[in-house]
């Protein structure tokens, strides 16, 4: 899963992208609104964490070009405890949800994970179909009723395909939904994984359309 992380104090962003690194995320972190928004535009995001006050376009404006183009990628605010105003208005503008710093990691992805699966339409931490779900809490996939534990880049894997299902995504556009910038992707990582989810869990649960790409049936 690809995270689009928003925020000009060097600190804050590098205390944030390791601790989700750390939890499996792929971690863009831009500094300033104007990259923000190309980062935006190019990236194909599960979610965005967003500072509100930030050089060159500040954080509303940021919201605002992106809602503008009807992106809909869930938004969590990160903001001070003076500013609410910004936060009023950054949930008008579109925003999902808001935490105040200084934060608590743990909250940052209770907070994360509620948006995400609003975005889907789903009341508990279950996205997916009747077939495959993923449980958001506990990072597991269950298939036919089977629960299984999955590792980091599995559960970034599932989520891409579940978060559409039935959509055809392909091995480029995995791959983005997988691993962040700069890091290295070796040629055959994306069938890897594939792989090694059909051991885990049978050859029916991913199904590959020839020359196009991989899914999950939407049942
Ligand atoms: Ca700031």
């Excluded at 950054?90 to 925003?95: K, P």
Aim: proline share 2%.
């Amino acid at each position: 899963m690809r995270v689009l992380l928003i925020e000009d104090d060097a600190m804050i962003g590098a205390n944030l992208a390791r601790a989700l690194e750390g939890v499996g995320w792929s971690v863009d972190w831009v500094k300033d609104g104007v990259l923000a928004s190309s980062a935006w535009l190019d990236g194909d995001y599960s979610c965005v964490l967003l500072d509100l006050g930030l050089p060159r376009d500040d954080g509303i404006q940021v919201l605002r070009k992106a809602r503008a183009r009807g992106d809909a990628t869930p938004v969590l605010i990160l903001t001070a405890r003076d500013s609410v105003e910004e936060r009023i208005q950054g949930l008008d503008t579109g925003a999902d949800d808001y935490l105040l710093k200084p934060f608590d990691f743990q909250e940052v992805l209770a907070r994360m994970r509620a948006i995400m699966r609003r975005s889907h339409g789903a009341a508990d931490s279950l996205i997916g179909t009747k077939e495959i779900q993923l449980d958001m809490g506990t990072r597991e996939v269950i298939f036919h009723g089977r629960r299984e534990q999955l590792t980091a880049r599995e559960y970034a894997l599932m989520y891409a395909l579940l978060e559409r299902p039935g959509a055809i995504l392909s091995r480029e556009q995995l791959e983005n939904r997988i691993y962040g910038w700069g890091e290295e992707v070796i040629s055959n990582a994306v069938d890897v994984l594939i792989h090694g989810m059909r051991r885990k869990l049978g050859n029916e649960c991913i199904s590959n359309v020839r020359g196009l790409g991989w899914r999950v049936r939407a049942l």
